[in-house]
T-cell receptor, first 114, second 113 residues
Framework: AQSVTQLGSHVSVSEGALVLLRCNYS??????LFWYVQYPNQGLQLLLK??????LVKGINGFEAEFKKSETSFHLTKPSAHMSDAAEYFC????????????FGAGTRLFVKA | GAGVSQSPSNKVTEKGKDVELRCDPI?????LYWYRQSLGQGLEFLIY????????KSGLPSDRFSAERTGESVSTLTIQRTQQEDSAVYLC???????????FGPGTRLLVL
């Protein structure tokens, strides 16, 4: 069975500091991996995804994530946080093999301090 | 093109009543998903459809919950005899099967009094 673990329900960084949101997954088949973002009072939107190919994936708003199979991780990073990055971030894993049931992590709320 | 739409956007109901939530996916998307997001919680998978079939109903919390999809388009999630713990935001998403990226609707906020 697939599962996703996001370490830290809340992360606080200063504006301009590195953002690192951690995600570990388990999957019995090569996974599709996603990060979604939910801004306050808005719906979820895709930030980036890994399907095949390059393990370093770049997304919108300067975010990127690296798929590390040996570590079963897909951590999300951004070199310099901006106030507008304050939101909730969800890591998700999908079974590419058959059907596309997607399991989401519990989410990490990012706070950015001025 | 149009995104995923859901109706109603808000629903207040009394305990014990039945409610129907509707999702209109992006045209041409063969996969459709329902999730529940309770206050302060992550997304809880409920059910997904490939076409009009639901291969996995394991996420439905109880037999009071059911869902159907017709014409590989509109889907309805029905909650019978609502309970206060059903209060949550119900999210619908759709995707092209081969791509698997899900596009989310704005959600229906359900409040059971």
């Amino acid at each position: 069975a697939q599962s996703v673990t996001q370490l830290g329900s809340h992360v606080s960084v200063s504006e301009g500091a590195l953002v690192l949101l951690r995600c570990n997954y388990s999957s019995s088949v090569p996974p599709y991996l996603f990060w979604y973002v939910q801004y306050p009072n808005q719906g979820l939107q895709l930030l980036l995804k890994y399907t095949t190919g390059a393990t370093l994936v770049k997304g919108i708003n300067g975010f990127e994530a690296e798929f590390k199979k040996s570590e079963t991780s897909f951590h999300l990073t951004k070199p310099s946080a901006h106030m507008s990055d304050a939101a909730e971030y969800f890591c998700a894993v999908s079974d590419r093999g058959g059907g596309f049931k997607t399991i989401f992590g519990a989410g990490t709320r990012l706070f950015v301090k001025a | 093109g149009a995104g995923v739409s859901q109706s109603p956007s808000n629903k207040v109901t009394e305990k014990g009543k039945d409610v129907e939530l509707r999702c209109d996916p992006i045209s041409g998307h063969t996969a459709l998903y329902w999730y529940r997001q309770s206050l302060g919680q992550g997304l809880e998978f409920l059910i997904y459809f490939q076409g009009n079939s639901a291969p996995d109903k394991s996420g439905l919390p109880s037999d009071r919950f059911s869902a159907e999809r017709t014409g590989e388009s509109v889907s309805t999630l029905t909650i019978q005899r609502t309970q206060q713990e059903d209060s949550a935001v119900y999210l619908c998403a759709s995707s092209l099967e081969v791509e698997a990226t899900q596009y989310f609707g704005p959600g229906t906020r359900l409040l059971v009094l």
